[in-house]
T-cell receptor, first 116, second 112 residues
Framework: KAGVTQTPRYLIKTRGQQVTLSCSPISGHRSVSWYQQTPGQGLQFLFEYFSETQRNKGNFPGRFSGRQFSNSRSEMNVSTLELGDSALYLC???????????????FGSGTRLTVV | QKEVEQNSGPLSVPEGAIASLNCTYSDRGSQSFFWYRQYSGKSPELIMFIYSNGDKEDGRFTAQLNKASQYVSLLIRDSQPSDSATYLC????????????FGRGTSLIVHP
């Protein structure tokens, strides 16, 4: 079966710009979570969407936002980009948001964002 | 104190040896524990999960959980060069949210 698809794979943006990243979950999965991964901070949770509603939110500023569509595809947006936003952004697809093999908690390949 | 702590490494072991990766967590009420492997340039993939005190074995991998001491470890027996990767520990804390908190990972290098 198809995996978790994230687009684009790589992105270079300038400070102050905004960016939109996309994630298509595994068919049948209704939960999409987003993480930011950097060498310094590791994997940090951004937010989780379930059935088009934001169900959980991490400790990131309001510049980071997201949404989920009726087909479960999700987008995250970062406005007014800062150099520190350079990171690997990973989305996770799962049946209901819970980790563990039973729930199919699967990471996408990620989008590598570089802010210059 | 970080919620989930791991030694960043690198941990270097010879091929065929046992690699021991450790993780400590601060929330005594944590419920569920996961080990992910992440190859360079790739996304994390689940290796093991453990919920109860004791050992859980799956092939060459053994997860060990000690809730009293608040640590979870991953043993890799007969380590292979293909095991060289970063290993991430993830913990679901108490309090209702199922969102896992990840450690920063330990880099493992298995040399021939």
């Amino acid at each position: 079966k198809a995996g978790v698809t994230q687009t684009p794979r790589y992105l270079i943006k300038t400070r102050g710009q905004q960016v939109t990243l996309s994630c298509s979950p595994i068919s049948g999965h209704r939960s999409v979570s987003w993480y930011q991964q950097t060498p310094g901070q590791g994997l940090q949770f951004l937010f989780e969407y379930f059935s088009e509603t934001q169900r959980n939110k991490g400790n990131f500023p309001g510049r980071f936002s997201g949404r989920q569509f009726s087909n479960s595809r999700s987008e995250m947006n970062v406005s007014t980009l800062e150099l520190g936003d350079s990171a690997l952004y990973l989305c996770v697809s799962s049946l209901d948001g819970k980790p563990g093999d039973l729930y199919g908690y699967t990471f996408g390949s990620g989008t590598r964002l570089t802010v210059v | 104190q970080k919620e989930v702590e791991q030694n960043s490494g690198p941990l270097s072991v010879p091929e065929g040896a046992i690699a021991s990766l450790n993780c400590t967590y601060s929330d005594r009420g944590s419920q569920s524990f996961f080990w992910y492997r992440q190859y360079s340039g790739k996304s994390p993939e689940l290796i093991m999960f453990i919920y109860s005190n004791g050992d859980k074995e799956d092939g060459r991998f053994t997860a060990q959980l000690n809730k009293a001491s608040q640590y979870v470890s991953l043993l890799i027996r007969d380590s292979q060069p293909s095991d060289s990767a970063t290993y991430l520990c993830a913990v679901i804390r108490s309090g209702g949210s199922y969102i896992p908190t990840f450690g920063r990972g330990t880099s493992l290098i298995v040399h021939p």
